[in-house]
């Protein structure tokens, strides 16, 4: 597998999901891993991002709401998305920046997964 991101779904306002992300281990090893989403009508954007060392960077919207954690050992970056919003509704994608908040990222994108908050 290269990037293969899972468990999204529908959730109500306020709740929670906890995302996958499996990568080979040539892709994870010593790199940055990092989440992103995809509104509908809207461009992609970072929701967080973490060294090989577990340093998380987060993008402003979900500061507080959201942990990214990896296991170096399983090749895995999950998401942990608490006190979901409607505005958080999206595909979400797994890939491997750059760099800390480069903005840029050096897999080609995979399907995501895709998250829904609604009642």
């Known amino acids: 597998v290269q990037l293969q991101a899972s468990g999204g779904g529908l959730v109500q306002p306020g709740g929670s999901l906890r995302l996958s992300c499996a990568a080979s281990e040539s892709i994870f090893r010593r790199n940055v891993m990092g989440w992103y989403r995809q509104a509908p009508g809207k461009q992609r954007e970072l929701v967080a991002e973490?060294?090989?060392?577990?340093?998380?960077h987060y993008a402003d919207p979900v500061k507080g709401r959201v942990l990214i954690s990896r296991d170096n050992a399983k090749n895995m970056v999950s998401l942990q998305m608490n006190s979901l919003k409607p505005e958080d509704t999206g595909v979400y994608y797994c890939?491997?920046?750059?760099?800390?908040?480069?903005?840029?990222?050096?897999?080609?994108w995979g399907q995501g997964t895709l998250v829904t908050v609604s009642s």
């Open positions: 973490i060294n090989h060392l577990s340093t998380p």
């Open positions: 890939n491997v920046p750059t760099s800390i908040n480069s903005g840029y990222v050096l897999r080609p």
